[in-house]
């Protein structure tokens, strides 16, 4: 499983402190910027009812169905967010899963990792799909990042047998405590929104009134080269259209730098 895990990884204070986990039922939909999105064979692998009767959500409309490819088809399929863990003693990362076996290829998984670990966090195989037929919570201990700071969340998959493994509801719990969530990000202003994710032939990167002047925008590959750098003025409320068409397939960082402030932002680029 060891060369998978590095495929999945190359495609891609207080309790008072503000949420830490972005749309985490998924209900903002596919492409919201909420999670950065990548599928080999769907493009993303966030579905409503339009991905078919293989797969439902826990709750809502939108869940994550990783894998689902047909049989003797590698499928790779990623889903991260940079999220922020307040400051506690004991820390825990919740969500619901269920797994379609599938073919039951033994090597077929999902994973969680943090931080860029080539080692995950957690993950489960077909071997696990007795005890997942139906929808059951998974949590997984998070204590050692319970620091105030930001770190990278990605859910990840490799499938060639078929499997499905179904995922909703992420909930974050400090010190006993469940930590507000943004249920959805289409309510919560946002200085800067980079869509649609995943894009084709254009990236489309919106300033609003929060961001104002000039800003120099960079885009970075998941191995951290430059590959476009733009300077634009008065930004404020406007769209700016890059053309990614040449880019190759993966995930990609966004930094703007307005009047000393940078912000990230990161999509993908799926032809």
Known sequence: MKKTLFSIL???GSLAASAQINDPSFEAGIGSGAWTEFSTFFGTPLCDAGCGTGGAPYDGTFYAWFGGAAVDSSETA???QDITIPNGNAGSLSFWMKINAGNAVASDFVAIFFDGDTIPTWFATTADAANYAAY?????DVSNLTDGATHNLLVGSNTTGGAGFLIDAF???IDGGSVDVFNNTMNQEKAIAVFPSPANEQINVQFNGMVKGNATVKIFDVTGNL???DFFTEISNKVFSYNVSAL???????DVN???TVQTQRFVVAH
Not at 136 to 140: A, L, P, R
């Open 10 to 12: 190359a495609v891609a």
């Open 78 to 80: 990623v889903l991260s």
């Open 136 to 140: 059951t919570q998974v949590t997984i």
């Open 171 to 173: 909930d974050l719990t």
């Open 227 to 229: 590959v476009s750098q």
């Open 248 to 254: 190759p397939n993966g995930i990609y960082m966004m």
């Open 258 to 260: 307005n009047n000393g």
